[in-house]
């Protein structure tokens, strides 16, 4: 079955400190991968997403690259900034049904001033 | 654009109770979702809709029941409530295979 494992939180960064957030996946066949961002009361938004083997998504400094050999989407970012504190999700949707989503636990980014 | 509307944000309710849980989008998409976050599981769908008329289940559906009458709303019924669907739950919508547009949740709690 389908199902993605993160990185557990909380990560407590410095302000411009280089951010690393680990997703791995299992699936059949190679689905698309996507990263979500919550900030606090919030509901989740897109942050970048990756569809084939080897495309990097990214968005506001973020990135991720899709590597089909790891079965990994991990999340990085050169300078994180404390208005990036929020849970990170990272996602799949089944290759057979694109409504039927699988997120992982998420993690819980702090950036210190 | 509202975007995607969630009512009530807050709900305690009393085991056994019903109640039905509101959700809306005025982009007109197609496809409607309905999720529920747990600490340390992250998001878990329980039901979506592909249009109006058409329901099917996902991950967790016992206990739920969905209907879509109108391509705007996706309402979400919890029959007989008990304490395991303490939860905060998230409606979506998209279009085609688009990004979801999450609503801002409803934070349930059953005594």
């Known amino acids: 079955g389908n199902s993605v494992t993160q990185m557990e939180g909380p990560v407590t960064l410095s302000e411009e400190a280089f951010l690393t957030i680990n997703c791995t996946y299992t699936?059949?066949?190679?689905?698309?991968l996507f990263w979500y961002v919550q900030y606090p009361g919030e509901g989740l938004q897109l942050l970048l997403k990756?569809?084939?083997?080897?495309d990097k998504g990214s968005n506001k400094g973020f990135e991720a690259t899709y590597r089909k050999e790891t079965t990994s989407f991990h999340l990085e970012k050169g300078s994180v900034q404390v208005s990036d504190s929020a849970v990170y999700f990272c996602a799949l949707s089944d290759i057979y049904n694109f409504n039927k989503f699988y997120f992982g636990s998420g993690t819980k980014l702090n950036v210190k001033p | 654009n509202a975007g995607v509307t969630q009512t009530p944000k807050f709900q305690v309710l009393k085991t056994g109770q019903s109640m039905t849980l509101q959700c809306a989008q005025d982009m007109n998409h197609e496809y409607m979702s309905w999720y529920r976050q747990d600490p340390g599981m992250g998001l878990r769908l329980i039901h979506y809709s592909v249009g109006a008329g058409i329901t099917d289940q996902g991950e967790v559906p016992n206990g739920y029941n969905v209907s879509r009458s109108t391509t705007e709303d996706f309402p979400l019924r919890l029959l007989s409530a008990a304490p395991s669907q303490t939860s905060v739950y998230f409606c979506a919508s998209r279009v085609g295979g688009r990004e979801q547009f999450f609503g801002p949740g409803t934070r349930l709690t059953v005594l």
């Open positions: 699936a059949t066949g190679y689905p698309s």
């Open positions: 990756a569809t084939k083997a080897d």
